[in-house]
């Protein structure tokens, strides 16, 4: 069964930093044929694309709004993607998911694009 399992957040003060897991278990190809995203929530939001890394070619995407102070990377051998944030602000604040799809294709930033989905975990940064 297809699982994705994220770790890693926590409340933190505003300029901190927080390294997100996702780790992957029960997929079929290895790690590097899918396309990978993480996205987040706020409350009374809808969800946004924060960064994505591209299967294979594993080129990397970011929202304008994390660009410079987050950092995706997936480790195969270790079946998890992460995302490193840096210079954390409330403005960040939000629950956090790990989302992938099979594909050759590039990023996408809607979340019906992916089919498969962690539980989501809340980051909070706050002073």
């Known amino acids: 069964q297809f699982q994705l399992v994220e770790s890693g957040g926590g409340s933190v003060q505003p300029g901190e930093s927080l390294r997100l897991s996702c780790a992957a278990s029960?997929?079929?190809?290895?790690?590097?044929?899918?396309?990978i995203a993480w996205f987040r929530q706020a409350p009374g939001k809808g969800r946004e694309v924060v960064s994505c890394?591209?299967?294979?070619?594993?080129?990397?995407k970011y929202s304008d709004s994390v660009k410079g102070r987050f950092t995706i990377s997936r480790d195969a051998a270790k079946n998890t993607v992460y995302l490193e944030m840096t210079s954390l602000t409330p403005e960040d604040t939000a629950v956090y998911y790990c989302?992938?799809?099979?594909?050759?294709?590039?990023?996408?930033?809607?979340?019906?694009?992916?089919?498969?989905w962690g539980q989501g975990i809340q980051v909070t940064v706050s002073s």
């Open positions: 029960g997929y079929t190809y290895t790690l590097n044929d899918y396309t």
């Open positions: 890394i591209r299967s294979r070619a594993s080129t990397t």
């Open positions: 989302a992938m799809r099979h594909t050759s294709f590039p990023c996408n930033d809607s979340p019906t694009w992916y089919d498969h």
